[in-house]
Nanobody, 119 residues
Framework: QVQLVESGGGLVRAGGSLSLSCAAS????????????MAWYRQAPGKQRELVAR???????DYADFARGRFTISRDNAKRTVYLQMNTLKPEDTAVYYC?????????WGQGTQVTVSS
């Protein structure tokens, strides 16, 4: 069994920054972790879960349009951790942020961390 634990969410004013982390533990080896893509998704109340950013095992990165230029995803395979640095936050970034290991359909998910941006 694999566990993903997010941290770093909170309340911030518009224009501020937050840094999220997601650490994987459990029955996953470092080798297996290194071979799997990781991603951050978010879900606002009443909306569908949407991709924020993803990073492949080879380091290829994709960002949603709203995240490009403001957010930065990175991973540390030795620590089995993925990060999301969020700058210039806007009220519309308010959501629960989830990390994903593997794929959306059958990957592993964290419990989510709340990010609230006040205007």
């Amino acid at each position: 069994q694999v566990q993903l634990v997010e941290s770093g969410g909170g309340l911030v004013r518009a224009g501020g920054s937050l840094s999220l982390s997601c650490a994987a533990s459990g029955s996953i080896s470092g080798i297996r972790f290194r071979l799997m893509p990781m991603a951050w998704y978010r879900q606002a109340p009443g909306k569908q879960r949407e991709l924020v950013a993803r990073i492949s095992n080879g380091g290829t990165i994709d960002y949603a349009d709203f995240a490009r230029g403001r957010f930065t995803i990175s991973r540390d395979n030795a620590k089995r951790t993925v990060y999301l640095q969020m700058n210039t936050l806007k009220p519309e970034d308010t959501a629960v942020y989830y990390c994903n290991l593997g794929t959306f359909a059958d990957g592993y998910w964290g419990q989510g961390t709340q990010v609230t941006v006040s205007s």
